[in-house]
C-alpha cells in the first residue's frame, strides 16, 4: 500500500514556464523549492535570464530565451516528455504566450495555470501596454486557473484601480475575469474595508468564495509567487481549494513573519526558506 502510494506522489509533475532571476527571491527560484517541498517534480522552462528581479535594483541584465522554447519543446515531443499541469509566471511577450499554450497542448492537453505578473501596488509595471493586455486576455482564455492581484485584475478589465473593493466592486471584478475565459479564478491581493486583512477571492463559474489572513504592514517582494505556487502545488496533489488556499496563506504569512524577524533588505525578498517544513510536512 505505502509503495503505491509513494508511486502516484511521484508522478505528480508540474511543467512551470518563468523567468530565473538571478538573485532576489522571486519567479522560478521561489516556485522550484516550493514545489519540491510540495513533493512534485518540476520541470523548468526559462524564458529568460534576469541578473536580478525588477523591484529594488536598477536595470538588471537581461538574456531573452524565446528563441529556445520552441526547440526545448520540439525535443521534449521527440522524448515523450509529460507532466501534470503547465504553470505560467512572468511572460515578457505575446510570442512567448503563445509557445506556453503550445506546450500544454502537444505534451497532452494539460491544464494550464497562469499568474499573470504585469504589476502590483495599483501601477502596472513598464512596457505593459494595451497591445500587451489584448493579447494577455487571449492567452487567459485559455487557462484552467489564474491567479491575478487586484492590480492586474483592475489592469486586465480596464477600469480603475481601487485598493479596498466593496463587495458589489469585488463581484463585477471577479466576473469580468471569468468572462475572460478561464475555468477559475483566484484573486489575490485584496485588503479589507478596515486595512486589517488580506484577502483572496475564489470562483469557478458558480460560487465565489472569500479567504482572508491578517495583514502585515510592508511590501514584501516575491510573496506573490509563494502564494501562487503554493496553490497550484496542492492542487496537482489533489487537494480542496479551501485546505489549497489556506496552507499556502499561513506559509506566506510564517515566511513574513521569519523576515520580519531578522535585518533584511526588502529588495531580497522574505526568507521562506526557512518555513519549508510547513509545506513538507
Known amino acids: 500500500m505505502e509503495t503505491t502510494k509513494m508511486n502516484n506522489e511521484i508522478q505528480k509533475k508540474i511543467i512551470t514556464i518563468q523567468d530565473i532571476s538571478c538573485t532576489g ?33 536598477d536595470t538588471p541584465y537581461i538574456v531573452d530565451f524565446t528563441q529556445h522554447l520552441e526547440g526545448i519543446l520540439d525535443h521534449w515531443k521527440r522524448e515523450g516528455v509529460t507532466a501534470s499541469a503547465v504553470y505560467a509566471g512572468y511572460l515578457g511577450s505575446a510570442s512567448q504566450m ?48 489564474i491567479f491575478p492581484n487586484l492590480t492586474e485584475a483592475c489592469g486586465l ?21 471569468k468572462k475572460l475565459g478561464p475555468e477559475k479564478v483566484l484573486l489575490t491581493g485584496i485588503e ?3 486595512g486589517k486583512k488580506i484577502g483572496n477571492c475564489y470562483g469557478d463559474g458558480g460560487t465565489v468564495s472569500m479567504y482572508w489572513n491578517p ?16 496553490v497550484i502545488g496542492c492542487l496537482v496533489r489533489g487537494q480542496r481549494i479551501e ?37 513538507i510536512s
Open 25 to 57: 527571491r522571486c519567479s522560478a527560484t521561489v516556485a522550484l523549492p516550493v514545489l519540491s517541498a510540495l513533493g512534485i517534480e518540476t520541470a523548468l522552462v526559462p524564458t529568460g535570464i534576469l541578473s536580478t528581479h525588477t523591484g529594488g535594483f
Open 98 to 145: 503563445e509557445l506556453v499554450t503550445r506546450y500544454g497542448k502537444e505534451l497532452g492537453n494539460l491544464p494550464l495555470y497562469i499568474d499573470p505578473v504585469m504589476g502590483d501596488n495599483g501601477k502596472l509595471y513598464a512596457g505593459f501596454d494595451g497591445d500587451y493586455l489584448k493579447k494577455m486576455r487571449n492567452f487567459l482564455s485559455g487557462a484552467y486557473m
Open 215 to 230: 495583514k502585515t504592514e510592508g511590501h514584501f517582494h516575491g510573496t506573490g509567487d509563494l502564494f501562487a505556487s503554493a
Open 243 to 279: 485546505k489549497a488556499v489556506n496552507l499556502a496563506a499561513r506559509f506566506v504569512c510564517a515566511s513574513i513573519e521569519k523576515t520580519m524577524e531578522t535585518e533584511f533588505e526588502e529588495r531580497d525578498g522574505v526568507r521562506f526558506e526557512l518555513c519549508l517544513p510547513l509545506l
Open 157 to 177: 478589465l480596464e477600469i480603475p484601480y481601487t485598493s479596498h473593493p466593496t463587495e458589489s466592486e469585488l463581484e463585477r471584478i471577479m466576473d469580468g475575469l
Open 192 to 194: 479589507s474595508e478596515d
